[in-house]
Nanobody, 127 residues
């Protein structure tokens, strides 16, 4: 059972990046998937999550309207499309998964809900 996060990099303010979270060893569409980030010197925070089956998304206020989370079950992958990036979005981004969605999607914007974690991918927003 493994999650692989990828797609990070250096981008200018106002630019876009798409992060990918790909699962191996299990079928990701049965799982709620969350994206979290940790900036230097700060605690890890929830960014977005998407429910299993229905694919209902939820976003932190700080990224609402700029980030979009989607899932491609055929590719066993969840994406985080990040647009209008700001310097304060700079962080290491992690994806995580937990089986099924038993509560409202907002419940899952909390790292304590997750069992499986991928390694981080660094996003740097700078001119």
């Amino acid at each position: 059972v493994q999650l692989q996060a990828s797609g990070g990099g250096l981008v200018q303010p106002g630019g876009s990046l798409r992060l990918s979270c790909t699962a191996s060893g299990f079928t990701l569409d049965y799982y709620t998937v969350g994206w979290f980030r940790q900036a230097p010197g700060k605690e890890r925070e929830g960014v977005s999550c998407i429910g299993s089956s229905t694919g209902s998304p939820y976003y932190a206020d700080s990224v609402k309207g700029r980030f979009t989370i989607t899932r491609d079950n055929g590719k066993n992958t969840v994406y985080l499309q990040m647009d209008s990036l700001k310097p304060e979005d700079t962080a290491v981004y992690y994806c995580a998964a937990t089986y099924r969605t038993y509560f409202s999607t907002s419940y899952y914007l909390n790292e304590a809900r997750y069992k499986y974690w991928g390694q981080g991918t660094l996003v740097t927003v700078s001119s």
